[in-house]
C-alpha cells in the first residue's frame, strides 16, 4: 500500500550544481540536504521544503522536461510569483484548474514546475 509520496526526481545535465543550488535553495527558499555519499559521487544535489523533497540527479544527454512536472503547494502565491519574477525566473499563470491558483516556471536547466495555491 503506498502511504506517502517520499521524493520527485528531475534531470539536469552533469556540472549544473551551482546553478540548481542557486535556483532550489536561492530563489525557491528550500534547504539542500546532503546525499549519501555513495549517491553523491554522481552528482546532482537534493533539496528539501517541509516534507517535500527534491532530488535532482545528472544526466549525460539531458533533456529538460516540458510537460511533466512536479505540483509544488505554496503560500501566498502572488508573493512567491513576484520573488520568482524578480530573480529572472518565467511565471505563466494558469487559471484553467478549478479551486486552485496556480502557475508555472522553469528551474535553469529548463524542467517545468507547477506552483500552486488552493483558493
Known amino acids: 500500500m503506498i502511504v506517502a509520496l517520499d521524493h ?11 546553478r540548481l543550488r542557486a535556483y532550489y535553495a536561492g530563489v525557491l527558499g528550500m534547504t ?16 528539501q521544503a517541509g516534507a517535500v523533497q527534491l532530488h535532482l540527479g545528472t544526466e549525460e544527454d539531458f533533456r529538460a ?8 503547494r505554496v503560500t501566498g502565491i502572488d508573493a512567491y510569483a513576484a520573488r520568482l519574477a ?5 511565471v505563466t499563470w494558469d487559471p484553467a ?15 517545468r514546475l507547477e506552483f500552486l495555491e488552493p483558493l
Request: hydrophobic share 35%.
Open 32 to 47: 539542500e540536504i546532503p546525499k549519501p555519499p555513495l549517491l553523491a559521487r554522481r552528482g546532482g544535489c537534493w533539496f
Open 65 to 72: 522536461a516540458k510537460k511533466a512536472h512536479p505540483g509544488l
Open 97 to 111: 484548474l478549478p479551486g486552485r491558483k496556480r502557475f508555472y516556471s522553469h528551474d535553469p536547466v529548463g524542467n
Open 86 to 90: 524578480a530573480h529572472g525566473a518565467p
Open 8 to 18: 520527485v526526481q528531475l534531470a539536469a545535465p552533469p556540472g549544473s550544481e551551482e
